[in-house]
């Protein structure tokens, strides 16, 4: 009886220190405002580039964008769904990015590392389904 009303206790007390921490809508309008106000200044920052280097840029810029919208959904309403979603738009956004560099190169190297790219976000996304998982699920 003692344990599961401890185990009430620390429940309900982690329940109340979330919900203390959570952002309200206000904040959350405003720094999603500020998200997509850095992206178009890092957009921007790309304009004067010529090439690959300004298509680089620019994945770089929407990888940070989006990257950011999904920490801020996590902070909003945190969930493993969307603490699932930040890890894979990191791997998203370094793929896409790694991807657009490989574009500089030219025949075997080119294939090379667009191969390297794909096998670094396989990796990246096994090791997000692994985290994930629920830990009586995962082998030792």
Do not use: F, W
Not at 7 to 25: D, G, N
């Amino acid at each position: 009886m003692k344990k599961n009303l401890l185990m009430l206790a620390i429940a309900s007390s982690c329940l109340v220190a979330a919900q203390a921490s959570a952002m309200t809508h206000d904040e959350y309008k405003a720094a999603k405002e500020k998200i997509e106000a850095n992206y178009k200044m890092d957009k921007a920052k790309c304009d004067p580039l010529k090439g690959n280097a300004k298509d680089v840029c620019d994945k770089e810029a929407k990888g940070k964008e989006n990257v950011a919208k999904a920490e801020l959904e996590q902070q909003y309403k945190p969930s493993d769904s969307n603490a699932r979603k930040v890890e894979e738009e990191k791997v998203k956004a370094n793929y896409e990015v790694a991807k657009e560099k490989c574009d500089d190169q030219k025949g075997d190297a080119k294939s090379a590392c667009e191969k390297q790219a794909k096998a670094d976000e396989t990796k990246a996304k096994a090791e997000i389904k692994n985290m994930m998982k629920p830990a009586s699920t995962k082998t030792q």
